[in-house]
């Protein structure tokens, strides 16, 4: 019993003696004060209105308008200034104010005691720094670097200033980074061996457009103001192709939809690609004058490449093929969007590869309205002023070290010389959103100090020592940009950050005080400043001559919105293609350095193992962007629970009726959900969306193995995955 | 006794009480030592307000089986329960129970903010942390209480806020706390609410 | 003339996102259950080929309101423009009106204690703003119409899992969609 072991003592009566207990003083007397004289000037009943940018890996990247009412966030919608958000946010982004006031969010800096105990004591952000900085520099003094300490960092937040994370990192010394991206890595090698960088011209232009074919693309779901454009194009007159595996919900909308199997896109493209050079369709004046190595390409067409072959492959009849050919050839300009999730596969890189062969020889690239788009970066060209520190002096190693980000845990695991000991994960869940999360989980295993910084608890929380609590947009400043408009949005800071929480910025600070303090030198990151100032940085003369604009504050009273110099909207306006000849490049002698065919040929996918027949694919869900948004409480009373899509003839094969329980499972894992019976698939094809499920325990990467995509060295430093080439069995749970 | 020392004997255990769960709450408790405990619950058992009812004997009584492993989980306990990083399983803002979901900043806590001005009080840190937190709404009372002219503010504060919240909290706090020192707390808050509330009653305000 | 007004929703533009939905949930800062607007998922072959269609529907402002006959205490009523409005603060929470609506549009906020529905944002309309799904629609499917003034001549006023509308008689219309070209292997 504890009475026991303590020594009784006179008694003292009331509040007197637990105040001296406490050593605090009475309540209300000296002890640290809630409550405050109400300052003068207070008033209530004030509404403001500030401009913030949804930074979300998202297409669509909007300009938002935030109401805040006695400091108070009441309501949030899309700019009207910018005429591609156009006064009007996704489904997700209405959700914002939830984020915002989520009671799920995380309020304090943390640390478990006992890794995935639940067990949690609340720490300061001092005392968050003090335990940080001590193990990066025991770790520093221990394997004479800061190489075994790696940063697990993407697209939770695309805030310029959110690279402060990478910065900080960078300021400490040489680290291990988990490099490369699970996004568009193949399509953007492929387009950058055909073009020298992936471009892709103003969604806007889709107005202009006479003939749009969605290759393996869902706005609907995706880019829901690209959508708008596209139907109003639609009611003006312009045919809608859509083609993908699945009916998704663009492909609803379509005037023609085509089912292609999976993976054969590129066998496609090269069938029309052999109908428009057998029938004369192409523009060889284009061909001549602005490409390299159409002979070869022509050559090989003629040889490998036949319509029947092109119809088997793909599943698309012959007669079809034809027409489309004939159809997209002939329309001026005609548009094709190539969707991230068709180049999820094996032959990933090489199908775009030939789609983009189409629209060269039909001379679709470098005209206003048609183009071969896919992803840009033109307005990507910030100071990135928070990542220009280097290393401090003496510091170990001569560079970064690389793992892939898609075979995370398996690299971590393997790194050695010196092994990998600490990892700063943040805008992430890499416990949710990785292929092999077993894996990725043996990886922590091996750390001494786990440190993640996010918004919510999710898995990968749950798996830390230390948890740093972040700002949502709207309590931090910052500057955005689209890797598809051609709008910069500026982010200001609508309200207080509630709680504790910090901006990444912030804490790159913080940590860089700290580690200052204990070791005068030991990061060259600033160890103080003012947000404001540092957004300002960002912004040189050339994006500033580019936007128009005179600096980050004249934007943020003007507007909050820019749209850049219609120069650089078209695509290839200028038909100086970035590749090593300077034209747009058939024969690519890059692509052949880096292991590929020079050609765009058509590469075989990847078969199916007998015992596992099925393909499942894991596309993006309507209500969430990767482990964001779908947990809010406004989304869980649509939706609360992921599912399976299985069509009817598969379902009957083995007894599944809608809503039963399925088990999905191969080599790599297996989980249980709900069936739903749907013609939205095709028969040899189930389909589960990606996401995080609050309070489900399972994710859609169970059974995804870490195989690579063909491409993505060139642009991405590592390939991607090849998500949809993931094959199962399913059963009657 | 006469009258007059009645009542004041009885602002003074309601001071108590109050002033032990702003502390409670504001987490000074988590780091008292061992040996201090038992102090702690000396204290608390000659509190008549705790003695009066079942709640606050159950607690006591509780507290009285202690034992130094009990005091380990206590603070993990604590942090699940009102401040995170997980969910909070018994959500310390008022108006986390006005709405399903348990969240934060709605139209309460700006009532709750009017009240404080009223009074010509605001939280210190105000738009950082939630007006409604427990902490602050008990820092007010014992504010109120302080002073007999301010009688009518204290219960038109406790009827329309406080009072009408800790009930579901305490019920949060049973369900979900793994902690006798969190369930004895959970307790004693329950059995002194219901005393208010009976002195709020008889006193016909 | 007085007018008759009506939401009108077209199918064809609608990709079933639902950000309608949110959107006036945002607005009036509803509860999560409370959906004055909902988005329901329509039969696969409504239209012949397999398709993915949604509807996005609110109170129906009809012209013989269930809702108001039911009301015991006089809570609704319906103005000259056709919107029928429902008074929270007159309403007592027995829930009769939700009965008795054929598309069970009001809804009881446990909450609050009373039923909540779709006022049209009529105080939006009256200072010549739109109502917020009607503003927010990504697609702009969703429009006000007086339909004293617009026959609308590719509408209809009824689709599947919409209740018989001979007997409220509700003003809300819907554009089908046209069926696309489909090649599909399954
Ligand atoms: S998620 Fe995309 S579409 Fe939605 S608000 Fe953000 S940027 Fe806009
Ligand atoms: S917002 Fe528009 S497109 Fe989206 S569900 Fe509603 S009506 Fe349909
Ligand atoms: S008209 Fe107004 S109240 Fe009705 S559903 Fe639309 S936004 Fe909501």
Known sequence: ???????????????????????????????????????????????EQFYNACPRNCYDTCSILTTVEDGRITFITGNEKNTYTKGRLCVKGNTYPRVVYSPDRIKYPMRQKGRGS????????????????????????????????????????????????????????????????????????????????????????FLDADYIILWGANPSWTSAHSMYFIEEAKENGTKLVVIDPLITQTASKADEYIQVKASTDGALALGMIRYILDNQLYDKEWVNQNSIGFNEFFAYVKKNITLDWAAEKTGVPKPVIERIAREYATAKPANIWIGFGMQRHVNGGAMVRAIDALAAITGNIGKKGGGVNYIGGETWG??????????????????????????????????????????????????????????????????????????????????????????????????????????????????????????????????????????????????????????????????????????????????????????????????????????????????????????????????????????????????????????????MAIQDHPFIEIHPDLAKTRSIKDGDIVKIINETGYMTLPAKITKMVPADTVVMYEGWWKGVNYTENFTVKALAEDMGEYKKGQRGIAFHDNFVNIEKA | MNHSEIKHSCLEERMFMYQLFLHYYRGDLLKLPAAEWGKLLEILECQPALQSNDWGRKAVLQLQNMTTQTLEPFEYDFNRLFVGPNKLLASPFESSYQNFEGTVMQAETLKVRNFYYYEGLQVANEGGLPDDHIQFELEFILHLLSSEKKKEALHLFLEKHLLKWVDQHCARIEEHSQSLITLAFGYMLKGFILLEKSLIEGEGL | MAKKLGFLVNIERC?????????????????????????????????????????????????????????????????????????????????????????????????????????????????????????????????????????????VSVVPTFADPSITHPTTHFILPKPGKQTRRF
């Open chain 1, 1 to 47: 019993m504890l009475n026991e072991t303590i020594s009784r003592r006179t008694f003292i009566k009331g509040s007197v003696s637990l105040s001296a207990l406490l050593g605090l003083g009475a309540a209300g007397t000296q002890a640290p004060k809630g409550l405050i004289p109400k300052a003068a000037a207070k008033t209530n009943g004030k509404v």
């Open chain 1, 118 to 205: 639940g067990n949690w004591e609340r720490i300061s952000w001092d005392e968050a720094y003090t335990i940080i900085a001590k193990k990066i520099l025991e770790i520093k003094k221990e394997y004479g670097s800061t190489l075994p300490i790696c940063l697990n960092k993407y697209s939770g937040n695309f805030n310029i200033l959110n690279y402060a994370t990478e910065g900080m990192l960078s300021s400490i010394g040489y680290t291990t980074r988990a490099q490369g991206t699970p996004c568009d890595p193949a399509g953007s090698d492929a387009q950058g061996f055909d073009m020298g960088v992936a471009y892709n011209n103003d969604p806007e232009q």
């Open chain 1, 382 to 635: 910030f100071n990135y002023h928070t990542m220009s520190f280097g290393a401090p002096e003496g510091s170990g190693g001569e560079e970064d070290r690389f793992v892939n980000m898609n075979n995370f845990g398996a690299q971590v695991l393997a790194a050695n010389e010196p092994p990998i000991k600490m990892m700063w994960i943040a805008c992430r869940n890499p416990l949710a959103q990785d292929p092999e999360p077993t894996v990725v989980k043996k990886a922590f295993d091996q750390m001494d100090l786990v440190v993640t910084a996010d918004l919510y608890m999710n898995q990968t929380v749950e798996y830390s020592d230390i948890v740093l609590p972040v700002t949502t947009p709207f309590e931090s400043v910052g500057i955005n940009v689209s890797y598809w408009h051609y709008w910069m949005n500026v982010n200001e800071q609508a309200i207080k950050p509630l709680y504790e929480t910090k901006s990444d910025l912030e804490i790159a600070m913080g940590l860089s005080k700290k580690l200052n303090q204990i070791e005068p030198g030991s990061c060259t990151f600033p160890v103080s400043g003012d947000p404001l100032e540092w957004v300002e940085k960002e912004l040189n003369n050339d994006i500033k001559a580019l936007f128009g604009v005179k600096s980050w504050d004249d934007l943020r009273k003007n507007g909050g919105t820019a749209k850049a110099n219609e120069s650089i909207t078209v695509a290839w306006n200028d038909l100086k293609f970035r590749t090593p000849s300077g034209k747009y490049e058939f024969y690519s002698k890059k692509a052949a350095q880096y292991g590929h065919h020079p050609l765009p040929v058509f590469t075989e996918e990847y078969k199916a193992p007998k015992e596992y027949p099925i393909r499942c694919m894991s596309p993006h869900w309507k209500f969430g962007i990767h482990s964001q948004f779908q947990h809010q409480d406004w989304l």
């Open chain 3, 15 to 155: 990709i079933g996102c639902h950000a309608c939905e949110i959107s006036c949930k945002s607005f009036y800062q509803l509860e999560p259950n409370m959906r004055r607007r909902r988005v329901t998922e329509l039969p696969e072959e409504l239209v012949g080929t397999p398709v993915r269609a949604f509807v996005s529907t609110a109170c129906n402002h009809c012209d013989e309101p269930a809702c108001k006959k039911a009301c015991p205490v006089g809570a609704y009523t319906k103005r000259e423009d056709g919107i029928v409005v429902h008074d929270q603060n007159m309403c007592i929470g027995c829930q009769m009106c939700g009965k008795a609506c054929p598309y069970g549009v009001p809804q009881f906020n446990p909450v609050k204690k009373k039923m909540d529905k779709c006022s049209m944002c009529y105080d939006r309309l009256d200072v010549g703003q739109l109502p917020i799904c009607v503003e927010k629609c990504p697609l702009e499917a969703i429009q006000i119409v007086d339909y004293n003034e617009v026959e609308p001549s590719n509408s």
